[in-house]
Nanobody
Framework: EVQLQASGGGLVQPGGSLRLSCAAS????????MTWFRQPPGKGPEWVSS????????YYAGSVKGRFTISRDNAKNTLYLEMDSLKSEDTAVYLC?????????????????RGQGTLVTVSS
């Protein structure tokens, strides 16, 4: 059974930082690209960032480029998202996802597997 468990969310002040983790199990983690999405309150899911199977290639949404860093540790079957210079508009539930054959894609509905997410609240 595929499991994707995101953690590390919480309340942070504007300008602060958080590091999210996504623990993966039930599939061969280092065979697949991985992706972070987020869903702000009352809105639909947004693609945030993707990383290739070996970490050599990374992709970012324009709204987070230069502030967020995606990475992975294939030895630990874990995906990360380092978030710096956080803004109130970054407030959302963040979740990880993957689908065989997808390097990155903007539509969460196209992903075969996704986790439940972790809530990030940016507020003073």
């Amino acid at each position: 059974e595929v499991q994707l468990q995101a953690s590390g969310g919480g309340l942070v002040q504007p300008g602060g930082s958080l590091r999210l983790s996504c623990a993966a199990s039930g599939f061969t983690f280092d065979d697949h690209a991985m992706t972070w999405f987020r869903q702000p309150p009352g809105k639909g899911p947004e693609w945030v960032s993707s990383i290739s199977f070996n970490g050599a290639s990374t992709y970012y949404a324009g709204s987070v480029k230069g502030r967020f860093t995606i990475s992975r540790d294939n030895a630990k079957n874990t995906l990360y998202l380092e978030m710096d210079s956080l803004k109130s508009e970054d407030t959302a539930v963040y979740l990880c996802a993957y689908s065989p054959g997808i390097l990155y894609g903007y539509n969460l509905d196209e992903y075969a597997y996704r986790g439940q997410g972790t809530l990030v609240t940016v507020s003073s």
